[in-house]
DNA sequence: TCCCAGGTAGATC
DNA sequence: GATCTACATGGG
């Protein structure tokens, strides 16, 4: 089906800015992405997005939320480019960005294998563990699931690449989660409750809040945040991620978390600080 | 060869 | 509390 009239939308810098692993480019802005346990095909032709194979069902209930699209991201845009130069331009550079609502289960394992790794390597990882334990869609494999990782050994994740992470994808699975139940819970009990599976800091605990449990208040501060930060606000010195966080939820207010992902790919693409 | 990557746990002070 | 280091793996 196709959808027409959606602005502040950009497929490319929506699924590149290193929010999601498992995409696959088929073309010009045109991508494979599975999630939810489906395959999607997506493709952008200036103002029109193609979902193809896509119910209405599927759409209402599955990509608007997926894909944030009932938000306005002109105000959000807006608010932050008059706030200062700095984010005026991050915007500028990626406009077209918006912050995915992922599967929990999926983003926490993910930014789980995310620490200490390179994006490529977190994708590769990511695809490895989801053909040996998730189950077969179409052409490619489900995310697995805490029950399916449960049954995963130590050395069948290693054997994954995932490195030191084997065992705390492990502790993440056996820590029985109710994904429902975390949802209602306010930003700093959620926060507390992540970070009590061994290999989950204030890092990952942050991004697992921002991209699948819409909460838009916090700031992940990984390696670019840091040296974006400290090069635009701190004159490039060295500052700690506390002091970092602090100023940043002074100055973005409760948009910290759009604020950080323009700033995250603006950064990244830019090898600024480095 | 050495250094680093969307960090964190454990040790040490 | 704040700081230091090991950690699997692969690419520059």
């Known amino acids: 089906m196709d959808v027409n009239g ?3 939308f950009d497929i490319e810098e929506v699924l590149e800015c290193g929010q999601c692993f498992r995409f696959e480019k088929i073309g010009h802005k045109k991508y494979i992405i599975i999630a939810f346990n489906k395959e999607l095909v997506i ?5 029109t997005i193609t979902f193809f194979d896509t119910t209405e069902e599927d759409f209402e209930k599955i990509w608007v939320p997926y894909f944030d699209l009932n938000r306005d991201y002109g105000e959000i845009k807006a608010i932050l480019s008059s706030k200062d130069p700095i984010l ?9 960005i918006r912050i995915l609502s992922q599967d929990p289960s999926e983003t926490l394992i993910s930014f789980i294998i995310s620490q200490n790794n390179r994006i490529p390597m977190i994708k590769k990882v990511i695809k490895n563990i989801s053909e040996k334990y998730g189950s077969k869609l179409n052409s490619h494999y489900s995310f697995p699931t805490m029950t399916q990782l449960q049954n995963a050994a130590l050395g069948g994740l290693m054997e994954c690449k995932t490195g030191f992470r084997a065992k705390y994808i492990l502790d993440a699975a056996n820590k029985n989660l109710d994904f ?22 204030p890092k990952v605990s942050d991004c697992t809040m921002l991209f699948s449990f819409n909460r838009y208040e916090v700031f992940p501060t990984d390696v670019w945040i840091k040296r974006v930060m400290q090069y635009f606000y701190f004159d490039n ?5 506390k002091d970092i966080d602090e100023f940043a939820k002074q ?3 409760n948009l910290t978390g759009f604020a950080q992902q323009y700033l995250f790919h603006f950064a ?5 600080g480095v």
């Open 43 to 47: 493709e952008q032709n200036s103002g």
């Open 251 to 253: 100055k973005f207010g």
């Open 6 to 8: 959606i602005k502040d």
């Open 88 to 96: 005026k331009e991050a915007v500028e550079f990626a406009g077209g």
């Open 268 to 272: 990244r693409i830019k090898k600024i």
């Open 237 to 241: 010195k060295e500052t700690s991620i």
């Open 180 to 201: 429902e139940g975390l949802k209602k819970l306010s930003t700093v009990d959620l926060k507390h409750k992540l970070m009590e599976i061994s290999g989950v800091g």
